[in-house]
């Protein structure tokens, strides 16, 4: 049997909205559960210039996500993501919550649980150098002096 709420709570709920679960885990990672993450990057991850790898193969390997991107980030830095997941068909939401700041910049999640345990790209997966837009044969300065010098 359906327990009726009591008057108390039924205030509380027209006075401050509905009760949520988790509310901080819902802020940090841009509105979703950290469950439902398949992949997470920072701030400063999604402010370099080069699209992670990680990032395009879990959305082609993920097609049911969603991208939701930190809107504290300026659109240019979103945009190269925005545009892969438009060219893969797969949501976004850029989301902006003025009240609480989060490092996360970009999250590829579900709608359900998944529970993938490492859900960020550390350090030391290194992106791919094939990848990268217009460096395939260019030299780095230091590479060039040192081959002028150690010829």
Request: hydrophobic share 30%; net charge positive; no cysteine.
């Amino acid at each position: 049997m359906k327990q009726k709420p009591d008057v108390e709570e039924y205030l509380q709920q027209g006075m401050y909205g509905a009760k949520e679960i988790n509310p901080d885990e819902k802020r940090e990672f841009l509105g979703t559960f950290r469950e439902r993450i398949v992949i997470a990057l920072t701030q400063n991850q999604v402010r370099e210039k080069t699209i992670y790898p990680q990032v395009l193969e879990n959305m082609k390997k993920h097609p049911k996500t969603r991208l939701l991107l930190n809107g504290e980030l300026q659109y240019s830095y979103l945009s190269k993501y925005i545009k892969e997941a438009n060219r893969l068909n797969i949501p976004f939401t850029i989301e902006t919550n003025k009240d609480h700041h989060t490092e996360i910049g970009l999250v590829l999640a579900y709608d359900h649980a998944v529970n993938i345990e490492d859900i960020y790209v550390t350090d030391k997966q290194l992106k791919k150098p094939a990848l990268m837009k217009g460096n395939k044969n260019k030299k780095s300065l230091l590479s060039k002096v040192k081959s002028k010098l150690f010829k």
